[in-house]
């Protein structure tokens, strides 16, 4: 599998995967990039992605690295270490892939599982309500309730936004992360902004016009890729 993805980006294209572990949000020293498994739940494929040869994994942080391969990967890889964990998933790395025209394969899993629905929320959130949040989960059935990031399905299905087949038993979706981010701001501002959905306990995160600058120059160096 990890074969195939490779051959269809090619070499002009990266690929990148969640290499998310089993370790607290700070617990440097027990991370080795080297070492150091992808959590059961992140799957088998991402797993095998980081110890493949020419796939730089991050160093940083600790809970959520990232792992790629391609001519992207390093200025990636690099923006995503140096991200603070205080900044959450404001301007993360999923951002850049959505502004970079990237795309989205779930394999085998849901949009429950889809990691750029944190980053799509809070980039719609803080574009309309001109905050600088780290995290705003609205896709909830109630404020303290679990996410509900399957709500975004009947929607992206109706924007012609996603394409959906099978391998086997294994549900295969494939979106471009733009229209991702789109639909979710949509669904933000016909659902959720008047209900309450822009309400948030969480403070605005610590130095956001160095957060910006930071994600200004990582674009920058991308476009000169």
């Not at 088998?44 to 959520?64: E, K, L």
């Not at 790395?93 to 849901?110: F, K, N, P, R």
């Not at 949509?186 to 309400?199: D, F, L």
Request: proline share 8%; hydrophobic share 35%.
């Amino acid at each position: 599998m990890v074969d195939a993805l490779l051959e269809t980006v090619g070499t002009a294209g990266t690929l990148i995967m969640p290499s998310h572990t089993g370790l607290g949000k700070y617990d440097f020293g027990a991370y080795d990039p080297s070492k150091t498994p992808v959590r059961k739940a992140i799957g088998a494929i991402p797993d095998t992605f980081w110890r493949r040869p020419g796939v730089r994994r991050g160093n940083y942080p600790p809970r959520h690295p990232w792992a790629a391969k391609g001519p992207l990967a390093s200025p990636l890889i690099e923006y995503s270490e140096g991200h603070p964990i205080a900044a959450g998933h404001c301007l993360d790395i999923l951002v850049a892939v959505a502004d970079l025209g990237g795309y989205v394969l779930l394999l085998g899993c849901m949009n429950r599982n889809n990691t750029s629905m944190h980053s799509a929320q809070v980039t719609a959130f803080n574009e309309l309500e001109d905050a600088c949040k780290p995290k705003r989960e609205f896709l909830r059935s109630s404020p303290k309730r679990p996410e509900d990031f399957d709500a975004v399905d009947q929607p992206l299905r109706h924007a012609g936004a996603v394409e959906i087949t099978r391998i086997g038993d294994a549900v295969i979706q494939l979106m471009r992360s733009r229209d991702l981010f789109d639909v979710v701001k949509k669904m933000y501002i016909s659902h959720y902004r008047t209900a309450g959905g822009n309400e948030s306990i969480l403070e605005d995160i610590p130095d956001p016009d160095g957060i910006r600058g930071c994600y200004a120059g990582l674009m920058q160096t991308l476009k000169r890729h």
